[in-house]
């Protein structure tokens, strides 16, 4: 049997995704395939990494050192072609953390911040949370494809002298890997007009098709100096719970400033198990993370496959990266509020509610397809019988 295929009950590990979804959906019976981790069992080297560890027994003040940021360093360019120094980098406990904390940085009240939608929700909060005003780019969706609208881009930044650009590359709920070309675009205009760019991409190891995942900031030494960018193993390799991640910034300047508010709020360390995790995540888990690739492939083109040749109700929006489906169920003609319900109560399957990444997500679910195959396959099926009962004549 596969790694990948293996079973493991989460349920009664304060899982949010297995323990939490009882009280969220309010029922025993609901498949939870919504929040972004994975029902796979992390690298055997990074278990073991952090059972020795633990065996050690003392859990004291842990500072990352020189060997921690040269296995990220060489991670990045293996995995991404992308060669930074190690002073670029500076530890978080994740990527939301270190959005609040730039936000705060870098803008102030009333500030405009631009965002492509629909994306991931709290890309919304940490822009409201402050007291920012919300700039939205939203995605052209054209033939089941999803595409930046550059002109709209640039006249909202130009209009609501924007600050700050938050992009997510992978996009997280599209699926969308952004291309040079596109990065390219986004990067003169935000040059053009003084725009810093927070690039989220946290996904990036996370691709398919042998496509390439380009960091925003590998485009030029300009636009580096511009961006800061989000990392963490902790998507890649199922870690989030450790909440161990970095940001990559060049411009020391901007680094110094981001710098300065996590020490204004305290943080300036890593978590010791995160750090083992990430270590040995970096090191020794790329065959593991190769395999996982062909493994949410496979599911991913299983789903398609059984939704557009079963039902011409539900479209599945082809993903490029992510473990994330986007789910178009317009043609289901229900409303949203019906749409949730529909999921949750006739096909007993807990999605992410399309709407939760704005206003273009209404009629859309998403669907978390990081899991062994029987559990996938099992809610698909639910939702395709619960597709066909409807549509039966009563
Ligand atoms: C685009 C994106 N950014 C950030 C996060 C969360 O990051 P963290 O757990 O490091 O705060 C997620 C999790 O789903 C995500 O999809």
Redesign the pocket.
Known sequence: MSRFSKITSRKGTRSVKWDYAEELYQDKEVLPMW???MDFEAPEAVIKALQHRVEHGIFGYTMPDDLLKDQINSWLKKRHDWEIENEWITY????????HMIVQALTEKDDSIIIQTP??P??YSVIKDHGRKLVENPLNYIDEYYSINFEDFEEKIKKNNVKLFIL?NPH?PVGRVWTKDELQKMSDICLRHGVKIIS?E??ADLIFDQRAHIPIASLSKETNDQVIT?M?P??TFNL?GL?A?YLVTANEELRQTVKKQFDNQGIFMLNTLGMTAMEAAYSEGEEWLEELLQTLEANRDYVVEKFHSETSSIRVVPTEG?Y?LWLDCRALNLTHTELKSFMQKQAKVGLNDGGSFGEEGQGFMRINIAAPHELIENGVNRIIEAVQKLKLPS
């Open positions: 929040v972004a981790d978080s406990p994740g990527v939301i953390p270190s959005l994306v991931y709290p890309f997510c997280n989220d946290i996904h989000l963490s902790t998507k989030a909440q991640s992510t994330l």
